[in-house]
């Protein structure tokens, strides 16, 4: 756990002492300085996004499905069908984007890195008009600007981080947050596909609505006491409303549709 996280998780508890501790001097140095302020390991919204995404996408097939047909035996093949396909287009998008990010990042740097050997004028300017914005101004500003830009490894990071507001991307993490989107998608696609296993269709698909309900607003409940710390109950409840609803719209155009001959 960065030093970061340790100071929200005892901001969201109000304690005091450890927000405190946090911010000792030396921890705050060790971490500016080893970069750990700035880990880009999976996430929790990465958890989130892959098995939200499974579980409502699911749900949405497999009720529309079994408002369409009285066959079990279908609604479990278009669920699992589903289910597989999700899942691995949630891990490559999430690879891809990671990537894509990675080479905007590497462009934008490459771009930043030219303008300040060929137009160093000009990205003084941009230095002084972004130092301008945060309230310096007179010798302050001037010592700013000539002191960021007389190290260039330190004129560009400025330039990425506040002009741009990009930090560097591994594309290491790339496969694993892949990987981890692609099985959090897996595991809640599963959820609403269980009780077909189980249950006769009538009785599964109640099964599974208050299942993937519960489901959905536990990980809203979850995610917000993680996060904001804060409106727990009503964040579970709006997580668990949009999910429904976007199930639901696969269950009307199931019953749009219905097949007899099954």
Same mark, same amino acid.
């Given at each position: 756990?960065?030093? &970061?996280?340790?100071?929200?998780?005892?901001? %969201?508890?109000?304690?005091?002492?450890?927000?405190?501790?946090?911010?000792?001097?030396? !921890? +705050?140095? $060790?971490?500016?300085?080893? $970069?750990?302020?700035?880990?880009?390991?999976?996430?929790?919204?990465?958890?989130?996004?892959?098995?939200?995404?499974?579980?409502?996408?699911?749900?949405?097939? +497999?009720? =529309? *499905?079994?408002?369409?047909?009285?066959?079990?035996?279908?609604?479990?093949?278009?669920?699992?069908?589903?289910?597989?396909?999700?899942?691995?287009?949630?891990?490559?998008?999430? /690879?891809?984007?990671?990537?894509?990010?990675?080479?905007?990042?590497?462009?934008?740097?490459?771009?930043?890195?030219?303008?300040?050997?060929?137009?160093?004028?000009?990205?003084?300017?941009?230095?002084?008009?972004? /130092?301008?914005?945060?309230?310096?101004? =007179?010798?302050?500003?001037?010592?700013?600007?000539?002191?960021?830009?007389?190290?260039?490894?330190?004129? %560009? !990071?400025?330039?990425?981080? $506040?002009?741009?507001?990009?930090?560097? *991307?591994?594309?290491?993490?790339?496969?694993?947050?892949?990987?981890?989107?692609? &099985?959090?998608?897996?595991?809640?696609?599963? +959820?609403?596909?269980?009780?077909?296993?189980?249950?006769?269709? !009538?009785?599964?698909?109640?099964?599974?609505?208050? #299942?993937?309900? %519960?489901?959905? @607003?536990?990980?809203? @409940?979850?995610?917000?006491?993680?996060?904001?710390?804060?409106?727990?109950?009503? $964040?579970? #409840?709006?997580?668990?409303?949009?999910?429904? &609803?976007?199930? @639901?719209?696969?269950? %009307?155009?199931?019953?749009?549709?219905?097949?007899?001959?099954?």
């Amino acid at each position: 756990m960065t030093r &970061i996280d340790k100071a929200r998780e005892a901001f %969201l508890v109000n304690n005091i002492e450890q927000v405190k501790e946090t911010h000792h001097k030396t !921890k +705050i140095h $060790q971490a500016i300085h080893h $970069q750990e302020a700035h880990n880009r390991e999976f996430t929790l919204p990465e958890i989130i996004l892959g098995g939200q995404d499974g579980l409502v996408n699911v749900l949405g097939v +497999i009720l =529309g *499905v079994a408002a369409a047909t009285s066959s079990k035996d279908l609604v479990l093949v278009a669920g699992l069908a589903a289910t597989f396909a999700e899942s691995i287009s949630m891990g490559a998008v999430a /690879y891809t984007s990671k990537i894509a990010e990675a080479d905007y990042y590497q462009s934008e740097y490459e771009r930043e890195k030219w303008e300040i050997d060929n137009v160093p004028e000009g990205e003084k300017e941009e230095v002084r008009a972004i /130092y301008e914005d945060y309230g310096f101004k =007179g010798k302050i500003l001037d010592e700013i600007v000539e002191k960021i830009t007389s190290d260039k490894e330190v004129w %560009l !990071k400025v330039m990425m981080e $506040q002009e741009l507001k990009l930090e560097p *991307v591994d594309r290491k993490q790339a496969v694993s947050g892949g990987i981890i989107v692609g &099985i959090s998608s897996l595991a809640g696609s599963l +959820i609403p596909l269980v009780s077909f296993f189980i249950f006769p269709i !009538k009785a599964a698909i109640v099964a599974s609505i208050i #299942v993937s309900a %519960l489901t959905l @607003f536990a990980v809203g @409940f979850y995610k917000a006491k993680k996060t904001i710390g804060r409106n727990l109950i009503k $964040q579970g #409840v709006e997580m668990m409303l949009i999910g429904m &609803i976007s199930a @639901f719209a696969g269950y %009307l155009i199931g019953s749009l549709f219905e097949v007899s001959n099954f």
